[in-house]
C-alpha cells in the first residue's frame, strides 16, 4: 500500500489520501506517513455502527493518540459520519448532524457525507444538515456524478468520485476518460470557469 500510494502522489502532484476498508485507520494514517500522504479517510472515528465487516467501535481518541506518536499531525483525518454499507441503528438517538458535530468537537479535520451504498447519492437534506452543524470541510463521499454534480454542488465543499469515473458508472469496472471529461467539464461549468 505504501508504494502504490507514494507513487500515486508523486505522478498526481497533488494533495493526496489513502483509505484503507474495514476500519484499518491506524495502518492507513502509518501508510500515509511513510508516503507522505495529506490525510487519510477514517472511518468509524466517531460513534460505532454495524458495518458489513462487524461492529466498528469508534476510533477518534486512539486514532489522534497513535497520530501524535509517529509525529504525523500533519496527515488531517476526514471522518465519515453515519457511513455507507453500515446500520447505524445503535446510534439512531444521534443525528447525522451531532455526528458531524463530535467529528469535530474530536478534532476530525473534514467530515464526509454518503449514501447507503457505494454509487448512491447522500441526501440533501442529510448534508445541508451537517454543513449547519460544522464549521470544517464537509465532503459528498458517494453517488456524485456528473448528472447530479449540481445538486450538491453549493452545499459540499468537495467531492470523492469513484464509480463515476468507470466505465458505465460501475464500480467495479476500470476508469473511462470520457466519463472524466464529462464531469469535469460540469465541474468547471458550475464553477463559472468554463464557457
Known sequence: MTAVARAVKEEAGLPTGIQILAGANREALAVAVAAGLDFIRAEGFAFAHVADEGLMESCAAELLRYRKEIGAEKVRVWADVKKK?????????VSIGATGHTVEFMRGDAVIVTGSFTGDAASLHELEEVKKAVSLP???????SAEN??????LADGFIVGSDFKK???????????????FMKRHRQLAGSYP
Do not use: C, Q
Open 149 to 154: 454534480l449540481g445538486d450538491f454542488f453549493a
Open 168 to 182: 458505465h458508472g460501475d464500480w467495479k469496472k476500470e476508469p473511462d476518460a470520457t466519463r472524466v471529461r464529462s
Open 138 to 144: 464537509v465532503l459528498l463521499g458517494s453517488g456524485v
Open 85 to 93: 454499507h453500515s446500520s447505524h441503528a445503535i446510534t439512531s438517538d
